[in-house]
């Protein structure tokens, strides 16, 4: 049972006064009516591919990428019908570093990103365009290839940023974030005061309820490495994983690398592709029976 708590009591134990319990309130009710717009539906469904690679024939690899030839085949086998679907190359956008605010104090990272603020000259494009990008999607692809046993370097920062995404809030003071003390007092107001069966009185998971799929290259081992770790963060950010929803496309550490475009884009995955975007959109399609948010998790911690 959910305990209420009296403004008096409230400001005692935050040691607030009742101008900033009820900035805490305000910031609490604009995101359960932001909880209550997730998965607004389109006519069609959208579907996004987001490719990691750094490489491209344009570039110093002066070759395109094999993850990303994949999910071009991916998003090509979708129901045109039905589907919308876009190519997010994230070499091509400008994506700051993640600053770790979060490890300081959950509500230290905000959404939209403080430390980049949306509609200043500090945003980089995470903020201005990829944000509402994952916002708008149905399902999103993820493609990487296999950099050293890990997924690369773009990817990881992508996933990194996506944290605001994770739960994130408003700040309680936006004329200065990263005041880590209001912040902590912020967390706790959001302890004492959300309830599960309230979406969006407490940390809102903004990937809910959005369909997982992934495309994973490599020369030798290292894709179910990357997967794992792909797997254990998204679902922890709420995303849906229906059955058969990855690929993983290696070559052979028997082979120079040079081998490796034609055996890992042959025709072996065309089927594997296609099966992949069916999987997806039956997944999209079940979604979209429930709101998003009939998904349950702790809404008081992140």
Known sequence: MIKKYSDKELMKELKVDKKML???KQIQKET???????GRRTKKFKILGISGSARSKDNMAREDSNSEELLKRCLASFDKRICDTELLPLRDYHIEHCNACYSTANTQCHFYCSCYPKGTPLEDEMTKILYDKVLEADAIIFATPVNNYAMSTLMKTFIDRSISLDGSLKPADPNDPKNKELNKKHMRFVELTSNDDIPGSGMLKRFIGKAAGFIITGHEEGASLVLASLYMYLNGCGMVFPPFNYIYAMSSVCNSTYKDKEIVTSSCYDKQVKL????????????????PTVWKYDAGVN
């Open 276 to 291: 992949l975007a069916q999987n997806l959109t039956q997944a999209v399609k079940l979604s979209r029976i429930n709101k």
């Open 22 to 24: 009820d900035r805490f």
């Open 32 to 38: 359960i009516w932001e909880a209550g717009r997730l």
